[in-house]
């Protein structure tokens, strides 16, 4: 037998991806954001509230970074996502460190150990959001998150995804199965 649960949404996990942005004075900013998924191999979606100073960033330099959250880096990640860049300079208040992408007019906050660069390609309004579809140009990798052949080692980066279920954060698990290989068992 199956509870019923109506309209509750439980699609797991969400990604816990740090937007990071110029305005118009080249000042940077970075919210929290989980409304985003790879939509093709070069290409990013997002749906992002129309309020958000990142929202106006976004319109206006047609490019941001998305640094992936991590175990090291939650707290950081957090605080992004509960302090309005409206209200507060979020840069200078968490004490990260910033350097500008040299492939998109936006920052690369140094503390995250994986950023993808992303140049928007549309953005649409819908249902009272925006929808903005990029195309990722280049990510960028710390060497302490690379394994022995130089490739991004997913278990070092140790990747925090939003558990929308109770509002918390939870650190992605060890590799099950290899794709495209472990279905060709099935006959």
Same mark, same amino acid.
């Given at each position: ?69 991590? &175990? ?37 906050? +140094? ?36 394994? +022995? &052949?130089? +490739? ?31 279905g060709a068992k099935v006959k």
């Amino acid at each position: 037998m199956r509870k019923i649960f109506s309209k509750k949404t439980v699609l797991l996990p969400l990604p816990v991806y740090i937007i990071g942005t110029y305005d118009e004075n080249r000042k940077a900013n970075a919210m929290n954001l989980a409304w985003g998924v790879q939509c093709g191999y070069h290409e990013v979606s997002l749906s992002i509230a129309r309020e958000h100073k990142t929202t106006e960033n976004i319109l206006l330099k047609k490019a941001f970074t998305i640094s992936l959250a991590t &175990k090291s880096t939650k707290d950081i990640a957090d605080y992004f996502g509960i302090v309005s860049g409206n209200k507060v300079d979020k840069i200078e208040k968490s004490g990260v460190h910033i350097v500008k992408s040299e492939n998109v007019d936006a920052p690369i906050i +140094e503390e995250f150990p994986l950023t993808l660069e992303c140049k928007v390609i549309d953005i649409q309004e819908e249902f009272g959001d925006y929808r903005v579809v990029a195309e990722i140009v280049n990510t960028l990798a710390d060497k302490s998150v690379l394994n +022995e &052949k130089g +490739e991004i080692d997913v278990d070092k980066l140790e990747l925090i995804t939003f558990d929308s279920i109770t509002n918390s954060y939870r650190i992605l698990g060890e590799k099950v199965g290899q794709a495209f290989k472990d279905g060709a068992k099935v006959k």
